[in-house]
């Protein structure tokens, strides 16, 4: 099954949205040193939301978590 | 410090707590709390008055709070001493410390914007240096009054188009003495110099303004000019740092458009504006409806109002009538602004909609599912349709104006991780950058709605990842031709947020697929 995934999700599609979230991330980093704080919450809110993909930003927040 | 803050979505979110708030002052901080509901409402509601532009002095000034007899060596003028000829009655300048004084700068003014014309409307005449009558027993300032609209305008975020409704707001206070205080304090706390060295005076406007704008609503006896005051008041508490009671007052601006019926509900619970409703008080609406959005920011429970009904024919009348000749060309831009606002409060209802239909004992959960994937295709379609819209009124602007945009940034692509980014760039070669915002906003909804339908990070739909790429190439373009933003950025680092949701982890997809395959 693992195989059949492979071949319907190529892993250069999983790589490329990978560095497109760090992409985003340094945007933020970037954005968090001209003055926006917020942008380091969200920054790691994502950094979170990396490792939990079932939770939505929105509980996390409404969890304070972030 | 960012000065631009304030104007921006996420602002609360960044809890800068040393921009903005109280200030200092010898004078306590006004609660500025307003008991919007009575428990005999329904009984006052049979004899309820809402009049428009009423000229009869206020009743109930036995209630106003007791400020200073005097004001520094400045005598105190009433309210009923109104000149509406504006002739002078103080006798000759060399008898009278008032006319003086006209001659004397401010302290605590704006030099460099002291040297800027007068507005002047079609008569030619510059009514923001006409002596209105103060307020009750403050003395008139004339040169702060242009800050109203030359300021406020850039404050509330509408960019310069909207300053003759802030001069006919400044006029239609002539008649209501609350709302030319709550003027006159916004007027003081919005100029970051005044907002130390004036922070007395706006202390006082707003203890003068409270109690004659609480007894107008107690009565229900309220008029426009008294409705205008509370979207200000909500926007003083926000900054203030008073959330609570910033919402507050947005919940007492919507109930009072209800009362005067210039708002309408239908069963639902969608509320839409009617077709009497004053253009100015559709203008505050709509800058009420922005601080609502505001709360919303990662918090799409805490927003206000119910949800709203499209009116692209009213906001077209509002904007047509204020809009400054100079600005005439951003009239479709700023309808299409009106219209992703609603498509926002759509989408945001749509995700509370949806939590409710979740937990129903009534469906089943494929049923629930069912029903929510239906309901999101209809609003993912709106949305769509609304994109359209947009890249078709962004191409008109173009073909009219020609504006020039830099190109030297499209060559270099570097900063794209990937192939999927760069192709998009290229079409934003010719979108101005009001328009590139606005696209923003628009593929925010796209994947907010798919959230609510899916919620789940990853590049699932189509949909979702098409909008986060464009996301990802509208911030880029927006941050090379403006690397010094003019207003808050909130907007686009939430939906930075949103498009590195959409790419998180996509190799959890590849341990998902499984499971999904085998369910």
Known sequence: ?66 | MITNCATCPAWAVCKNTNHLGVPPSKYSAPSMVIQYEDENESRKSERTQVTRYSSRSPTGSSRMSAGPETIGQNPLELWQNVNTNHVPLYGRKANNIFMQMQDQTLLGSFEPMEEEPPFLPESGRPLFYLSLPAPDDLPVEDTRRWFLSTRMDAFLGFQDCFTSAYNRLYLLSAFTPPLRHILLAFVKYINQRDRLSEADACMLHIHKALPSLQHAITNLNFDEGHILCIPLLAYLAFWWNNEQLAKSHLRGFYKMLLQAQFLQQDRQGKIAVSKDMPSLLLLMWRVAIRLDHSFGFLRPDDEIFPPLVSNLDASRRYITEFIASRAAGWTDWLVLVDELEDIHSLAVHFNRRTEQVRRSNTYTPVEAQTYIEQAGNKIIRRIEGSKISILSASKEYHTRFGPYLSTNLYVDLQPFPTAELSTYAASLRTVHHRFIESLISNRVCIICTTVTINPRAGPNPPERLAAAIEICCAFYVLKKRMPFATHGRGRALEALMFAGYTFCNANNLLRTFPCVLRG
Request: charged residues 20%; negative net charge; glycine residues 4%.
């Open chain 1, 1 to 66: 099954m693992r195989i059949i995934c492979f071949v319907l999700f190529p892993v250069s599609f999983a790589a490329n949205r990978t560095a497109e979230f760090q992409w985003i991330q340094n945007q933020l980093s970037e954005e968090s040193e001209v003055g926006h704080s917020g942008a380091w919450r969200i920054r790691d809110l994502l950094s979170i939301c990396w490792e939990n993909p079932n939770l939505t930003p929105w509980d996390l927040i409404k969890a304070d978590i972030i």
